[in-house]
């Protein structure tokens, strides 16, 4: 299992990203796929997730602003990042989720990639 970011970028408060990521060597579209970012001093935090039927849920910090999405076809899964914050600012990871009860769910901690760094900064 493999997963391998890309799109991060500095860019300046209030600007938007797109962030992709693509997983290997499992079948996506069986997945829930999910968002985290880890900043700097900070445990990595869950962002998004977005379930097998498309059903998209948010951490509270970035409703409305942040937007998920998938490609099974692709294999794939999007961050579309709006409005940023300088506390959006950080390694952002994608991963799929091995256990789900409800809203609990636990990433496959075996296989991180090595993220994307986002930093929003003047």
């Known amino acids: 299992v493999q997963f391998v970011e890309s799109g991060g970028d500095l860019v300046q408060p209030g600007g938007s990203l797109n962030l992709s990521c693509t997983g290997s060597?499992?079948?996506?579209?069986?997945?829930?796929m999910t968002w985290y970012r880890q900043a700097p001093g900070k445990e990595r935090e869950l962002v998004a997730y977005?379930?097998?039927?498309?059903?998209?849920k948010y951490t509270d910090a970035v409703k409305g602003r942040f937007s998920i999405s998938r490609d099974n076809d692709k294999g794939t899964v999007y961050l579309q990042l709006n409005s940023l914050k300088p506390e959006d600012t950080a390694v952002y990871f994608c991963?799929?989720?091995?256990?789900?009860?409800?809203?609990?769910?636990?990433?496959?901690?075996?296989?991180w990639g090595q993220g994307t760094q986002v930093t929003v900064a003047s």
């Open positions: 991963n799929r989720v091995i256990f789900q009860s409800g809203t609990s769910i636990r990433p496959d901690r075996d296989s």
């Open positions: 060597g499992f079948v996506f579209s069986h997945y829930t």
């Open positions: 977005i379930e097998t039927d498309t059903r998209t």
